[in-house]
């Protein structure tokens, strides 16, 4: 039974991550940036990634009817402000990371300067996509598209979740439960929310569909988080394509240094019948979905 | 008669700054932000400055009778974009000024992290004050005025002239005087194209005037840049709030360094009479906007 979801998931999520890349790698030759500051650009980009956001998007919006023709725009737009956060997670000040994917980090193959200007035109090209008078969907949803993603990116999200997660990293005290829940949601959840949400909304989905889809993705947050974290605890340096134990090294806050490997396990086991469970709420077929929560859940990168 | 332009020049600058400054200080207190990344953004943005942008823009609206109610959010979006690249501008990979304005410079009042996240929390905001259902102009309209700050700010514009300035200073030979007006008018220019066009684009100008209001305002961004590089050579520190003598210790590529003092000044005042000449075809009452150019001339700071 594993065998077969593992089957129809992984060809799937491999057919729309050589979708998007296409794309991605078609609108990104295509800018009319510098020469090099465009080789920063595509080497963040096209750097691997298992394109998850992307993959996410795709799938709600597939519930709905809508085709790539239109959910590519909101895909390639999260996918570039994902890679942003990749960069600037990485550089010196921040974790610090000399590897991302198995790859030099952007600011190592690049330089500094260059790894943030590059990060920061990923930024304002992703608005210019959701803007993109080729994305055929009301002028009115646009809008409401661009607020919801400045929101899920901005000073509510996840750069405020990467702002309080270096916070935390300076206190000598372990944060509560409470407020650690609160940096993960914004570091990641938000971004995940906006994906479900995005598919849902491009397919004109009911208010109540639309808060189904809202609260999957930040369940689906937190299980990425938490395997994340396992990750650097159990994972495997070569197929993670980073570095392990990097948590402990930086002081970060992590839900196995507040309650322990066992109680995060758990978590992880309830977080995933809880997201299947929002899931049968939409009424529709969601089969794939919920693999991804078990994609999620036993991801070794 | 200098007398006279000042004083009117002068009044409407300080209290479109003073209006700017009380808008931007609004909107920014309310934001849910966690509380220090707040203050981040509110030191950034409240650090001074002559809020020159806001005030273009207020100024070309009014000539097409749009009131502050609604020219405040392009204003308030184009600021933050502002001082989102003048974090990025100090920073030590970048120029590496610890003052700015007579002040320390963001990442040295914070710290560099503090100051990436803070910079690129004010230019994700940026997109949901143009995005805000408050500022009442046609969707349309808006997503329009998205696309060409996006272009404006990204790869494309602002971004790319930094990368390239950078990419300049590395190389002993001094660039092409076309390669450097390029640099230039990306570095500068276009934001200052994009309040002149705005303030059109807001008051619906025709295409004839949007056109030349684009052109006037990269004529401004010549001037602005020019008399930036005399001030680095001939101003007070104490009167710029930041060091003088940048450019040569950084190998900046500046007009004075390709042509010489003398050439730089001739080509400011060719450049002023060019710009003046093409208010004229507005055909209409842009007496101020012809002293934002005298202003831009005789500035101290």
Redesign the interface.
């Known amino acids: 039974m594993r065998e077969k979801y593992n089957n129809i998931l992984n060809s799937r999520l491999a057919q729309n991550k050589s979708y998007i890349e296409k794309e991605l790698k078609k609108i990104l030759s295509d ?4 020469k ?3 080789e920063v ?1 595509l080497y963040a980009v096209l750097n691997g990634g298992k394109r998850i956001r992307p993959f996410i998007i795709s799938e709600v919006s597939s519930l709905y009817q809508v085709g790539p023709s239109i959910y590519k725009y909101p895909c390639m737009a999260i996918e570039m402000a994902h890679c942003f956060s990749l960069i ?1 997670d990485d ?1 010196p ?2 974790d610090d990371d000399d590897l991302r994917r198995g790859k030099p980090s952007v600011h190592v193959k690049f ?4 790894a ?3 990060g ?2 990923l ?3 992703a ?2 996509i959701l ?2 008078k080729n994305f055929s969907i009301e ?2 949803k ?2 409401a598209l ?2 919801i993603f ?2 899920a ?4 999200g996840m ?2 979740g ?3 997660d ?2 935390a990293e300076k206190l000598s005290k372990k944060p509560t439960i409470k407020k650690f829940n609160n940096i993960q949601e914004k570091k990641t959840g938000l971004l995940l929310a906006f994906c479900c949400y995005a598919g849902g909304f491009i397919g004109n989905a009911s208010k109540k569909e639309l808060e189904v889809l809202y609260e999957f993705g930040l369940m689906l947050g937190r299980i990425f988080q938490i395997t994340d974290d396992i990750l650097d605890k159990e994972g495997n340096q070569k197929l993670l394509g980073k570095k392990v134990n990097k948590d402990d090294e930086q002081n970060k806050a992590t839900l196995i240094k507040i309650k322990g490997l066992d109680f995060t396990k758990n978590e992880l086991s309830k977080f995933s019948e809880q997201a299947k469970n929002k899931l049968l709420l939409l009424k529709k077929d969601t089969k794939v979905l919920s693999y991804i929560i078990d994609y999620l859940c036993s991801r070794t990168s």
């Open positions: 800018i009319a940036a510098p090099p500051l465009k650009m600037y550089l000040c921040m330089d500094e300067a260059n943030l200007l590059g920061a035109s930024l304002t090209y608005y210019n803007a993109s002028d009115k646009k809008i661009i607020n400045s929101n990116i901005g000073h509510k750069l405020a990467q702002f309080l270096l916070e």
